[in-house]
């Protein structure tokens, strides 16, 4: 008999509810209105630059984006220097960096592509020379300043108080829904990740699938970068390497195989919000990073053993 399948994407969603009931009962005002919003806002950042590593995870071949981090720091310094108050400004400056992040993450699937180079070892590779670029751009000075358009609409609450940056979140979240439903990358992308020999032989272009995944990875790091600079005003050298690993926890939490193939935006959206919580509940009660760390680690194992079978979710 089979066993019943359990949607990783609900188990997520009651994980958070969950979390923040205990936030509530341990901490008062944990679960207020403007809290509750604080706690959107933060998942909101680590969302979107989960959104490229969702892809890329979905692509399958042991692909994880390891340059996410580097990517994000790079987008949001592009965007501070070449930004100005003016809307055109600003516009012009995103623009210029989510080109940057385009290339680079073509870089990386080009590297894998036709040079076999590893995913992790690539990306890895490509974050150091990010991080070069990075103090080419700056010459160790970070100057500059973050654009009225960007800090309003992350910032600022457009209707009953949620956050632009929320809102901002689910328009990338519908985004990555038609993209992976109902386009055809979309359903090339699942076929490379569950059988990479399979999409070869019924058509696909595997090569051109993953160059266009790793640079939509770096695309959405970039803006992910932006929209960080948005909430801070400020960069800095390391602003984006938070986020590199929580970005893939986030991806797996929401329940995308790191084998490939089965996943969707949807569990990551849900997955960031459990991090978010987790964190936020874990800083509420004073632990260290150190305990930090062990809770991301202990959550991921425990919810891999429930519907982290990955042959049974395949079939």
Known sequence: MKRPRVDPVLIALLLAAGLFALGSLLQPGFGSYDQAMNILRL???????????????????????????????????????????????ALLALAIALGVGLLIGAANGLGITLLKIPPLVMTLGMAGVVQGLILVVTRGELRGETPDLLAGLVSGSLAFGIPGVVLVWAALGLLMWLLLWRTPYGRQLFAVGANRTTARLSGVRVPAVVVATYALSGMLAALGGAILLGYTRQVFLNLGDPYTLPSVAAVVVGGTLLAGGVGSYAGTMAGALVLTLLTSLLTALDLPESARQIVYGLTLLALLSLYGRQRALRE
């Open 43 to 89: 998942a909101a950042f680590l969302g979107i630059v989960a959104a490229g590593q969702t892809l890329v995870i979905i692509s399958g071949g042991e692909g994880i984006d390891l340059s996410v981090g580097a990517v994000v720091t790079l987008g949001a310094i592009l965007v501070f220097r070449l930004g100005t108050g003016e809307a055109g400004g």
